[in-house]
C-alpha cells in the first residue's frame, strides 16, 4: 500500500519500524531473530536505510524483499542522493519498483566522512527536495515519497523556519509524508509541528523515535544528527551503567512515556528506529499497543 493510502484509511495512528541491513551473516541471522520478536505486533510497514553512499544498495534491496516475502508487510527502501547521478537513481528506483515498492524515504544524505559539505554527485542532485521532483516527474502515482523532518532543525540548517522552508520545498515536490529525525523533547516535535502546518504543509508527519538502551550509542548518533537529550535524561540515564539492564529500561521507560504522549496529541503514528533490536519496540508496543491500527 502506498503512504498516502496508508494514512488516509488507517482508522488509528500506524506504528512503523525501521531496521538497517547488516553487514554480516552473523548480523543478518540476529536481524532475523529480533524481527520475528518486532513482527509479532501490528506493524504498518517497514523502512530499511540506505547505507552512506550506497554502500549497501544491494543489501537495501535484500533486506526490502525479504521482509516483504516473509511478513507480507508494506515494505520501503530509503534512498539518498549520495554518489548518485540521475541514471543511477532510474537505476535503482527501477530495480526497487520491478521488485514490489510502491515507497521511497527519498534523501539528501550526508556528506561521506572526512567532508563537511555535500558536494553532489555529477549530474546528481544537490538537495532532497530535487530529488522529489525528478522521481515525481519520472514515476508520477506509481511511487509514493516520504522525506525527512527535523523537529530542532537540520545539523546545517539551525534556524527551525528556514529547517521548515525547505521541507516545504520537498512536500510541495511532490512528498506524501514526513517522517522526523529522532527527538527527545516532545514540545520539540510540537513546536515543529505548529510551524509546519502554518507553513501550508498538510501531509502527515510522523516522530521518528529512537529508544535510549545504551547512553554511549545514542550519544553518540546525537552529536552526528544535531538532536539533544533533555539534561534530566541524561542524568537519570548517566546513573546506570552503560548498556546495562537498569539502564535499558529507564531508556524504554523513558520512550514510553514519550511516544504515550505523542499518541494522545494526534500523531498519525509514530516510527520506531529499531536499530535491528527488538527489545525496546516490543515493550513499547505491549505498553501502548492499544493505540495502534
Ligand atoms: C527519517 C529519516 C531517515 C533517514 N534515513 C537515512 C538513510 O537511510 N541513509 C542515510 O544516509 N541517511 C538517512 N537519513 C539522514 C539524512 O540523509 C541526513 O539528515 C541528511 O543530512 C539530510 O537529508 P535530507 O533528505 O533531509 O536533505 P535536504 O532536505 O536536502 O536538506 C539538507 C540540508 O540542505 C538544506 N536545504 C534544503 N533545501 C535547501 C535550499 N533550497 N537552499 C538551501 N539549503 C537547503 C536543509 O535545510 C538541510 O540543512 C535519514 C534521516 C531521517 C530523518
Not at 125 to 154: I, M, N, T
Not at 188 to 196: G, I, Q
Amino acid at each position: 500500500m502506498q503512504f498516502k493510502d496508508i494514512y488516509r484509511t488507517a482508522q488509528r495512528p500506524v506504528l512503523s519500524v525501521e531496521l538497517f541491513p547488516p553487514k554480516t551473516e552473523k548480523g543478518w541471522t540476529n536481524l532475523r531473530k529480533e524481527l520475528a520478536h518486532i513482527m509479532a505486533h501490528p506493524v504498518g510497514f517497514v523502512s530499511v536505510t540506505y547505507g552512506a553512499g550506497g554502500s549497501t544498495r544491494d543489501n537495501t534491496l535484500k533486506l526490502v524483499k525479504e521482509v516483504r516475502d516473509r511478513y507480507d508487510v508494506t515494505t520501503v527502501p530509503h534512498f539518498t542522493c549520495v554518489g548518485a547521478s540521475r541514471q543511477a537513481i532510474l537505476d535503482f528506483v527501477d530495480r526497487a519498483i520491478a521488485e514490489g515498492a510502491e515507497n521511497l524515504v527519498a534523501l539528501r544524505g550526508d556528506p561521506p566522512r572526512g567532508q563537511t559539505e555535500f558536494i553532489p554527485a555529477p549530474d546528481g542532485f544537490r538537495y532532497a527536495y530535487q530529488l522529489v521532483a525528478f522521481l515525481k516527474a519520472h514515476y508520477r502515482d506509481r511511487l509514493s515519497l516520504a522525506v525527512a523532518g527535523y523537529p530542532e532543525g537540520h545539523i546545517e540548517t539551525r534556524d527551525l523556519a528556514t529547517s521548515i522552508e525547505h521541507l516545504k520545498m520537498k512536500v510541495d515536490a511532490g512528498a506524501d509524508l514526513v517522517i522526523t529525525q529522532l527527538f527527545y523533547d516532545n514540545a520539540d516535535f510540537f513546536r515543529f509541528r505548529e510551524m509546519a502546518v502554518r507553513a501550508g504543509i498538510t501531509v502527515p508527519i510522523v516522530p521518528g523515535l529512537l529508544p535510549i538502551t545504551k547512553y554511549s550509542q545514542i550519544d553518540r548518533i546525537t552529536k552526528l544528527c544535531g538532536a539533544s537529550i533533555p539534561t534530566d535524561l541524561r542524568k537519570l540515564l548517566l546513573s546506570f551503567e552503560d548498556g546495562s539492564p537498569d539502564q535499558q529500561m529507564a531508556g524504554i521507560a523513558a520512550a514510553i512515556d514519550q511516544a504515550g504522549e505523542l499518541l494522545e496529541n494526534d500523531v498519525p503514528g509514530i516510527h520506531i528506529f529499531t536499530l535491528n533490536n527488538s527489545l525496546a519496540t516490543a515493550h513499547m508496543v505491549e505498553a501502548l499497543g492499544h493505540y495502534f491500527e
